[in-house]
């Protein structure tokens, strides 16, 4: 596979009773012992996760046929309004934040400077001025049904991001290729058993919630659009998977995230405007 699509015969989707996410992550220590409310909230994301591979619409394969979601052309054909903005942000790749900087719980897969980031929503709350910047990939996101979180992921030269899977499977991942500078296994994301190489202008649909990794071992920057979207479940998964999702905003873990993200906001800004205003030597 080296399109970011599937043939057909490769993306038959997963009988709910055959699905092996498994609710851990290889490699991860767990965390020692959590409170009793977090005991107990963790209990209820992991029977909402068993209901999610039961009553999920499109089956539970790790990487999806891009037709099983129409709109995955829209955002394709959106790439070259997108790929504007982003090269006018990377303008200041070095400004922009590390994840584990804004998400302090991804230090658990990555702790150096070579992953960053550009939000424009997290976890459903919007960052506004960067939406300013960005108002044509906002407009094409926008396309996106239940979109959570949208980004720009991006992967400096040699950085290699361990297996992990992602904290909950009420959400699918979408990722288009934006900068790509090399289609080899020097660049890749490894889903469950499946290989897959980012291609500029195409998507790639999987479930995080299947152990996966992804590497940069090429000496040029590679970047992604990388978005979240809530997955198509039946009732009553569905009414859990949105009282959770609508819950979670309201976590440590995620309020502390916002919060880390909106000073970040306020520097880079605060800098760009004192740069602007800057008279004339």
């Not at 999987?206 to 990388?226: G, Q």
Request: glycine residues 4%; neutral net charge; hydrophobic residues 40%.
């Amino acid at each position: 596979m080296n399109d970011g699509t599937l043939k057909q015969s490769d993306s038959q989707t997963s009988q709910p009773g055959n699905a092996k996410q498994t609710f851990e992550t290889t490699g991860i220590a767990p965390m020692g012992r959590p409170s009793l409310v977090t005991r107990f909230f963790m209990g209820i994301v992991s029977w909402a996760e068993t209901l999610n591979l039961k009553y999920a619409k499109f089956g539970n394969p790790p990487v999806y046929d891009n037709a099983t979601f129409p709109w995955s052309k829209e955002i394709e054909k959106a790439w070259p309004e997108i790929r504007a903005e982003l090269d006018h942000v990377l303008l200041r790749q070095s400004e922009l934040p590390a994840f584990q900087d804004i998400s302090t719980d991804v230090k658990t897969i990555s702790t150096d400077q070579n992953w960053k980031t550009f939000f424009l929503i997290g976890f459903g709350v919007k960052s506004e001025q960067n939406i300013r910047a960005c108002p044509r990939t906002w407009e094409a996101v926008q396309k996106i049904p239940n979109l959570k979180t949208a980004m720009f992921s991006i992967f400096e030269p040699g950085k290699h991001l361990p297996a992990h899977r992602g904290p909950y499977n009420g959400v699918l991942r979408l990722h288009v290729g934006m900068i790509v500078p090399e289609q080899s296994d020097r660049l890749a994301i490894r889903v469950k058993d499946q290989i897959c190489h980012w291609q500029e202008g195409k998507a790639l649909i999987f479930d995080d919630a299947y152990e996966h990794e992804a590497w940069n071992h090429t000496d040029k920057t590679r970047v992604v659009l990388f978005v979240d979207f809530v997955k198509p479940l039946k009732f009553p998964a569905s009414f859990v998977n949105w009282s959770l999702m609508n819950l979670a905003v309201f976590t440590p873990f995620i309020r502390e995230g916002l919060d880390n993200h909106k000073e970040w906001e306020k520097r880079f800004y605060a800098e760009a405007e004192a740069l602007r205003n800057r008279p004339d030597n």
